[in-house]
């Protein structure tokens, strides 16, 4: 049974920083690429971040220079640095497996997510 647990969000003014968490279970961690989506009110859940198994990276265009994915396999942790904080980032933010090949998630369950609120 996956498991997916995020941790780290909050009230943040505009320009500031976050570090989210997210420990996962239930799943071969070390050999999926992990990401992280958000999900804004009215708006569809969308990939922000993803990291391979072998380290490789990709950013959404909204927030590349800004935020940063890593990953611990040894503690099945993936975290999102996230920097110069906008007020449109405001989500709530889930991690989960990605795809590589069309960046869509493995498994369709997801965890409670964290909350995000930047304000102006």
Request: charge should be neutral.
């Amino acid at each position: 049974q996956v498991q997916l647990v995020e941790s780290g969000g909050g009230l943040v003014q505009a320009g500031g920083s976050l570090r989210l968490s997210c420990v996962a279970s239930g799943i071969s961690f070390s050999i999926n690429a992990m990401g992280w989506y958000r999900q804004a009110p009215g708006k569809q859940r969308e990939l922000v971040a993803a990291v391979s198994s072998v380290g490789a990276t990709n950013y959404a265009d909204s927030v590349k220079g800004r935020f940063t994915i890593s990953r611990i396999d040894a503690e099945n942790t993936v975290y999102l640095q996230m920097n110069s904080l906008k007020p449109e980032d405001t989500a709530v933010y889930y991690c989960n497996t990605v795809m590589w090949h069309n960046l869509r998630p493995l498994f369709d369950s997801w965890g409670q997510g964290t909350q995000v609120t930047v304000s102006s």
